[in-house]
């Protein structure tokens, strides 16, 4: 018989430790990625300038682009400006907007993405995917897994907690994005990739019950690496299915319908897994969640993030026609405005709020 194999899109290097940054130029050069160090690199005005300071005697072959914002007008000038040089790689230096740009601006000029991350936010910094703001709102534009990925945990400490906090959010939602991915299954015929949806699952797992904080080296290696593996489940995938169900609904709906006050992405997330494992029916794992993110400082409520009730119901109900077609706890129950929120209020008592 054939033996029957796939290959997976997945990064050639995953450097995550303390020092990480320390020889770049080094990593780059072993894994042949570049050699010359004629590298494009996008940063922030902020903690990528600084970071500039550190790193420019050790790439003298460089050339560095600051960058505005996550926005698709930002990424599209950076990339025109980058056609003009001749380079080995494009470097994303700093936060998830600074990536996502690079991502974008790498794939439109056709260049290996390098992922330098500065802080822990979110699980883009591996996907196959750009998240970028425009006209229209917010759009997700496709293109390749980063080559090399890069996470120094002494530039992570270093970081506003609350970014860790919200990489926790989004860290733990895999668990009910995956619940929604099989429910679907069940009950319309989806097909469901049982690889990607263990690596996401198992990310999501190893950081709900990892007894560390934030402060500490271990529990943010985890982090790292669950949102590195969540990335790669995106890939193997084919789309964001591994980690994004009815959670990812109802951050993009409380975005959608109050832009400016719209709280951090793992905030969101994490809230509304805990909201839509309530809707499942599963307890345990619910009580779990909500156990987690309120010892870790991340909220369990809507009104600890400054949304009424009523408009986390509002949210919730418009939650659905933010992803057309996809299936999940809440396009299976679709619940009317009174039935959310009864089930709200189901959810707060059940959690002591």
């Not at 780059?28 to 050699?35: E, K, V, Y």
């Not at 439109?108 to 996907?127: E, K, M, Q, W």
């Not at 029916?281 to 600890?304: A, F, S």
């Amino acid at each position: 018989m054939p033996v029957l194999t796939r290959l997976i899109p997945s990064p050639v290097v995953v450097d995550i430790n303390a020092g990480a940054l320390d020889d770049l130029a080094g990593l780059l050069a072993d894994q042949r990625i570049s050699a010359s160090g004629k590298l494009a690199i996008a940063i922030s005005g902020g903690s990528g300038a600084r970071l500039r300071e550190r790193l420019s005697p050790a790439l003298p072959g460089a050339e560095w682009y600051e960058v505005g914002g996550g926005t698709l007008d930002e990424a599209i000038k950076l990339a025109d400006a980058m056609k003009k040089g001749h380079y080995d790689a494009v470097v994303g230096l700093g936060g998830g907007k600074i990536i996502d740009c690079a991502k974008f601006a790498a794939a439109r000029i056709g260049l290996p993405l390098v992922a330098v991350a500065t802080n822990l936010s979110h699980d883009g910094l591996c996907s196959p995917v750009a998240t970028l703001d425009n006209d229209a709102g917010r759009g997700s534009y496709g293109v390749p897994n980063p080559i090399a990925v890069v996470i120094d945990l002494d530039i992570i400490r270093e970081a506003p907690v609350r970014f860790v906090r919200s990489g926790i959010g989004d860290a733990i939602s895999n668990i009910s994005a995956v619940a929604d991915w099989e429910l679907s299954h069940r009950e319309t015929g989806e097909a469901i990739d049982g690889l990607a949806a263990a690596m996401a699952r198992q990310a999501g797992e190893a950081v709900l019950r990892h007894p560390g904080g934030v402060g500490d080296d271990k529990f943010l290696q985890v982090l790292a690496e669950g949102l590195v593996l969540t990335g790669i489940s995106m890939s193997v995938a084919g789309d964001s299915r591994p980690a994004s169900g009815a959670c990812h609904e109802i951050n993009h709906a409380l975005d959608i319908l109050y832009p400016k006050r719209a709280a951090s992405h793992g905030e969101q997330c994490g809230l509304a897994a805990a909201f839509a494992t309530h809707l499942r029916g599963d307890q345990e794992t619910r009580d779990l969640m909500v156990e987690v993110l309120r010892r870790h400082g991340l909220p369990v409520t809507p009104g600890e993030i400054g949304f009424t009730d009523e408009e986390f119901v509002e949210a919730v109900e418009y939650a659905p026609k933010t992803r057309p077609g996809r299936y999940t706890i809440l396009e299976h129950l679709d619940l009317s405005t009174d039935q959310i929120r009864d089930a709200y209020a189901d959810y707060a008592q059940a959690i002591g709020s």
